[in-house]
């Protein structure tokens, strides 16, 4: 009887463990998609000039010389 409760409450857990990993996966899935363009860093043009096409970035406007970082494509 208590062998087939401990094999209960063990279904159960790996149940409740494959469910909560599943969530996870998609809350940081969401979590990527939502916050995908928002800018990472401000970083000044010269240091980024021996990079390239590596970054991709948004001009931080004609007031700064800045560059925003959103994300980096390989």
């Known amino acids: 009887d208590q062998e ?3 094999k209960e409450m063990k279904s159960s857990y790996d149940k409740n463990r494959k469910a909560l ?3 996870k996966i998609l809350t940081y899935f969401l979590m990527i998609i939502w916050f995908w363009r928002i800018p990472v860093a401000s ?3 010269q240091l980024l000039q021996p990079f390239g096409r590596i970054l991709s970035w948004q001009s931080g406007g004609p007031s700064n010389e800045n560059v925003m970082v959103t994300t980096v494509r390989i």
């Open 43 to 45: 970083i000044p043009k």
């Open 21 to 23: 990993m599943v969530v």
């Open 4 to 6: 087939k409760l401990m």
